[in-house]
C-alpha cells in the first residue's frame, strides 16, 4: 500500500509535469463543443461560405439533445480515445525500453502497486477528461438545443466511463505484455479498429464491451435496453481479467528491462 | 557473507553465465573482470533479482529478500529526466522502505555525501555525464545496503572525473560489500581485495592480486641494452636461457637462478652498453591478456 503510494505520487507528478492534465482535458472539452455549437450554427456557416447554386436549400434535420450527445461521443470514440490509448500503451514497455525502470524493478516494490499506481493514473486522467468533455458538450447542447434528463445524463457519463477503464485497461495490459512499441500497434488494432469493426458489423451481435458507449447515449432515449446490463456486467468482468493479466505480465517481464 | 553458488544463465541455447561460485566477504571489495560479453553485467543483473538464474543460487547469510539489502548501479544509469536530484533520491529512498520524512533527509544528506549538493534542484535532464554517475551511486547507497553491486561505475568518465568517483567509493568501503565489474584495470590494482577473471560466462581465475601475480608471474631479468646487436651479441655469450626483442632480452630464471648480481657481473665484464637492468614483472593487463585469451 505504501509502495503504491509513493509509486502513484510519482506517476502523477510525470502526468502533471508534462502538462497531460491540462491539454487531455483541453482535447476533450474541445470534441465536446464541438458537435453543439458546429450543428447549430451549420446554416449559417453555408450561407457565409455562398458558393452554394441559385435556389438551392438544404434543410438540415432537428436535432434533439441525444442526437448531439451522440455526435460528441463519436468525436470521443474515435479521436479522444486513440490518444489516450497510446498514452496508456506505452507507460509500462517505455521505462524499461529506455531503463529507467530499473532503480524501481531492483528496490522490494510488489508488481501489483506498480501496475496500479499506472492504472490510476491514467484513469484518472481518463474519467476527468470524460466528465469535461461531456460537460462541455451538455452546456452548450442546454443553451442551444434544450436539456435532458440530469439523471439519465449522469447514467450515461458513468456508464461510457466503464468503457474507458476497459480501454485503457487493454492498452496497459498490452504495455506490460509487449517489450516494444508493437504495444500500441495492437492497442490501435483492438480499441479505435475494434469500435470502427463494430460500427461496420456490429448488428450481428448484441452484447459486447465495444457496444457499451452506443449503448450510454441510448440510455438517454431508448427506456429499455435488455442488453444494456449483459453488456455493462461483461465489461467490467473483461476489464478485471485484463487487470490480472497485466499484473501478471508486470511482474514477467520485469527483467527484459535495459540494464 | 554472501555465497554465490553454481550461478548459471542461459538465453535459449546459449549459455551467458556458467557455473559461477564465489563468496564475498563482508566488507570486501571484490571486481569482476573480463572482455567484453564475458557475462559480467548478467551476473550483476541475477545478484541484484533483476534477471532469474537458470540455475545456482545466491545467498546472503540472514537475509530472506535480498532486494531490501541491495544497492545496484547500472553501466548506463537512466533517470527520469522529469525529477529533480533530490526528489529521484527521495522516490528511491522511500521504495526501499525509508520514511518518507526520513527520505528526504536521507536524501540530501547523500547527495552531499557524492558531492552534488549545489545541483540537487536541478532537473536530471540537465546533469552532465559525471553528475549522472555520481547520482547513480546516491540512489544505490541511499538505504545503506550491505551489498553494493556496480557495473562499470568509472568505465564512461575521464581520467579526473574516475579519480574522484573511485575517492568516494574507497570511503565507502568502510560500510559495505562491493562487488563491481570494470575492464579498465588500473582501477582494480588500486583498491581490490578480491578478483574474479571471467571468460564466456566462466570465472577462470580468482584470488587477490598478489596471488594472481605470483601464479602467473614468469621470473625473468629485463635488460635492455643501447643497439640491437648489442643484444644479439649478449645473448649468444651468455649461458643463460634468453629470449631477445629488439635491443631488450629477458634472462629467464629457473630455481632462483641466475641472480639479479650474477647477471649484472656478467654485464659488467662484457664489452656491451647497457641502458637498464630490471627484475621483470607482469603488469595487471598482461596477467589480464594471459588469462582471457584463448
Given at each position: 500500500m505504501r509502495t503504491f503510494a509513493v509509486l502513484f505520487q510519482k506517476e502523477l507528478r510525470e502526468s502533471w509535469r508534462s502538462f497531460k492534465f491540462l491539454w487531455m482535458p483541453l482535447l476533450f472539452i474541445f470534441l465536446g463543443i464541438s458537435d453543439p455549437i458546429m450543428n447549430y450554427y451549420m446554416e449559417d456557416i453555408l450561407n457565409a461560405v455562398g458558393n452554394l447554386p441559385e435556389g438551392f436549400t438544404i434543410t438540415l434535420p432537428d436535432y434533439a439533445p441525444a442526437d448531439i450527445l451522440l455526435a460528441s461521443t463519436g468525436q470521443f470514440q474515435s479521436i479522444g480515445l486513440i490518444v489516450l490509448v497510446v498514452i496508456a500503451a506505452g507507460m509500462i514497455n517505455r521505462e524499461r525500453q529506455n531503463g529507467t525502470a530499473l532503480f524501481i524493478y531492483v528496490r522490494p516494490i510488489s508488481f501489483a502497486a506498480l501496475y496500479f499506481s499506472k492504472w490510476a493514473v491514467i484513469n484518472l486522467l481518463a474519467v476527468l477528461s470524460v466528465i469535461l468533455g461531456y460537460g462541455a458538450s451538455m452546456y452548450y447542447t442546454a443553451i442551444l438545443y434544450g436539456t435532458v434528463e440530469p439523471l439519465l445524463f449522469i447514467q450515461m457519463v458513468a456508464s461510457y466511463c466503464v468503457w474507458i477503464l476497459f480501454a485503457t485497461t487493454i492498452a496497459l495490459m498490452f504495455s506490460a505484455m509487449f517489450k516494444t512499441a508493437l504495444s500500441i500497434t495492437f492497442t490501435v488494432i483492438v480499441l479505435p479498429i475494434g469500435v470502427l469493426v463494430q460500427s461496420l458489423i456490429g448488428q450481428f451481435w448484441n452484447v459486447s464491451p465495444w457496444k457499451l458507449a452506443d449503448y450510454s447515449v441510448q440510455l438517454l432515449t431508448q427506456s429499455?435496453?435488455?442488453?444494456y446490463l449483459k453488456t455493462l456486467l461483461l465489461t467490467i468482468i473483461c476489464t478485471v481479467i485484463f487487470i490480472l493479466i497485466g499484473i501478471l505480465f508486470t511482474r514477467k517481464n520485469a527483467s527484459s528491462v535495459k540494464v | 557473507m554472501i555465497t554465490v553458488q553454481h550461478l548459471t544463465k542461459n538465453f535459449g541455447a546459449q549459455t551467458v553465465v556458467s557455473d559461477v561460485s564465489f563468496t564475498l566477504e563482508d566488507g570486501s571489495f571484490t571486481a569482476l573482470i573480463g572482455?567484453?560479453?564475458?557475462g559480467k553485467t548478467t551476473i550483476l543483473s541475477m545478484l541484484a533479482g533483476l534477471l532469474k538464474p537458470t540455475g545456482g543460487s545466491v545467498k546472503m547469510e540472514g537475509i530472506k529478500d535480498i532486494r531490501k539489502e541491495i544497492g545496484f548501479l547500472p553501466q548506463y544509469p537512466q533517470f527520469?529526466?522529469?525529477?529533480t536530484g533530490v526528489e529521484f533520491i527521495e522516490l528511491t529512498a522511500k521504495l526501499s522502505g525509508i520514511s518518507a520524512r526520513g527520505a528526504r533527509k536521507e536524501a540530501e544528506k547523500v547527495l552531499e555525501f557524492v558531492g552534488l549538493k549545489d545541483a540537487i534542484h536541478k532537473k536530471t535532464a540537465q546533469y552532465s555525464g559525471g553528475m549522472k554517475q555520481r547520482l547513480g551511486i546516491a540512489q544505490a547507497i541511499v538505504h545503506k545496503p550491505k551489498l553494493l553491486l556496480l557495473d562499470e561505475p568509472v568505465s564512461s568518465l575521464d581520467p579526473v572525473g574516475r579519480r574522484e568517483i573511485m575517492n568516494l567509493l574507497k570511503q565507502l568501503q568502510r560500510g559495505s560489500t562491493i562487488l563491481y565489474s570494470t575492464h579498465i584495470l588500473n582501477d582494480a590494482e588500486e583498491m581490490t581485495d578480491q578478483l574474479l577473471f571471467l571468460k564466456k560466462g566462466k570465472v577462470v581465475e580468482k584470488g587477490s592480486l598478489n596471488e594472481i601475480r605470483e601464479k602467473f608471474d614468469v621470473p625473468r631479468i629485463r635488460i635492455q641494452f643501447a643497439g640491437v646487436e648489442e643484444a644479439a651479441g649478449y645473448s649468444s655469450q651468455t649461458e643463460w636461457p634468453t629470449e631477445v626483442e629488439g635491443n631488450v632480452v629477458y634472462v629467464y630464471i629457473k630455481?632462483?637462478?641466475?641472480t639479479m648480481q650474477q647477471v649484472m657481473g656478467e654485464l659488467s665484464n662484457s664489452p656491451f652498453t647497457v641502458v637498464k637492468v630490471e627484475r621483470d614483472r607482469l603488469s595487471l593487463e598482461e596477467i589480464f591478456m594471459k588469462v582471457v585469451s584463448p
Open positions: 429499455e435496453n435488455e442488453y | 572482455p567484453n560479453g564475458a527520469y529526466p522529469w525529477l630455481d632462483h637462478f641466475p
